[in-house]
């Protein structure tokens, strides 16, 4: 699953190369974290965050019923969370 995570951000950051993920296993949960540059936020958030909404919805189709589910976060290097899987709040 990660790596179709990394296909999609891939589409839409252009640095490519400083964009890190970090991967936590909890007991139900996966939680992916997106670290990257503050040029390349707008492009993976989208508008009114609709990439990374999408983004989430094509991960959460792609899981398997019974798998642990994925939450995803995307940070700005060096910053807080800027955007947050609703469903994690």
Do not use: C, H, N, W
Not at 20 to 46: C, F, P
Not at 72 to 81: L, P, Q, S, T
């Amino acid at each position: 699953m990660l790596d179709l995570i990394k296909y999609i951000v891939g589409q839409f950051a252009e640095d490519k190369e400083s964009v890190e993920y970090a991967v936590k296993e909890k007991d139900r949960v996966i939680e992916v974290t997106i670290t990257l540059s503050s040029s390349d936020m707008g492009k993976v958030i989208g508008k009114q965050g609709k990439i990374a909404k999408a983004m989430r919805t094509i991960v959460r189709a792609a899981t398997p019923a019974r798998e642990k589910r994925y939450v995803i976060e995307i940070r700005e290097r060096g910053g807080d969370a800027v955007d947050v899987d609703a469903d994690e709040e």
